[in-house]
């Protein structure tokens, strides 16, 4: 499997070539609305998973194209900091490409010294904050066993306390939960002493984990963002999706693997990069290896785990 995709635009940080370090659903949490579905693999213990200098191999195609992307961005089908070799990986991604790099995480590590230090050396840390006690933890992350939300969250924020760098927070809002009694409240004010430069405030998109799963209001979400340092959304007019691979169909597939996509999407993929986009739609719905999923009145294409 490729360790390497995109370029893919994000309204979060511009137009970003994706590396990731570790094998499919290999995580540390199980969230209820994790779009790859639920963990095959879950652990806390880190490892080499792949060769610093394989991966390097993979990202040769994309020397000659900086002037195409903004940042490379560390991420995975899991959560990247499970990587033992994480701190090596990011020292030379910035010499090769001379970009600000990007390390995407659940944060759930951060009680570990060796993380700490390997995500110091990321320009831009982006972690995740969706629970306010044990209780919320446990509901909406899932947590592998021995990972408490205390421990989690102290880690965070001793790491956001010796951190220069740019610190980005997600959170994902749950309707019945993050909306239910005080819960936002709480949320928030776990998120403030936190301090971040730009919060990103989420709710449902993509088919979750867990069929349960669902939005919180539009009103909800609008009053909770307004506790937080944030930047309007950028809206993508476009899907401009670069697919270097000889194979343009494998390349979307790639894409897939890490997020589900629409079938609206694909077809935007596809007429930027000039394919038949009836031929790829087709070649989707029969390939044994991507599940179909109907999510928000969109029909969504995932990879299986």
Known sequence: MKRVFGIVPSRRLGRSLGVS??????CSYSCVYCQ??????????RKAFYCVSDIIE???PYRDKKELF??????????????????????????????KVVLITNASLFFKDDVKNDAMKADIVMPSLDAWDEESFKKINR??????FH???????????????????????INGITDAGDGGERLVEKIQKLAPDKVFVNTPVRPPADSWVQRCSEEFIETFKRNFPTEADVEL???????????????IVDIIKRHPVDRDTIIRICSVNQLDSDEILMRME???????IDYLNKHFFRQKV
Do not use: W
């Open 237 to 251: 007019t476009d899907i401009d999706i670069r697919l270097f691979d000889r194979n343009k169909y494998e390349a």
């Open 151 to 173: 421990e989690m969250y102290d880690g965070l924020r001793d790491f956001r306390d010796k951190y220069t760098g740019e610190f980005y927070l997600e959170t994902m809002c």
């Open 143 to 148: 947590p592998f066993g021995r990972i408490s």
């Open 21 to 26: 370090p570790i094998p499919l659903s290999t």
């Open 286 to 292: 029969q390939d044994v290896a991507i599940e179909k």
């Open 36 to 45: 790859l579905g639920r963990t095959r693999n879950m652990q806390m213990e």
């Open 58 to 60: 993979q990202l040769k």
């Open 70 to 99: 903004d940042v490379v961005t560390i991420v995975g089908e899991g959560e990247p900091t499970l990587y033992s070799k994480l701190g090596h990986l990011i020292e030379a991604l910035k010499v090769i490409f001379n970009k």
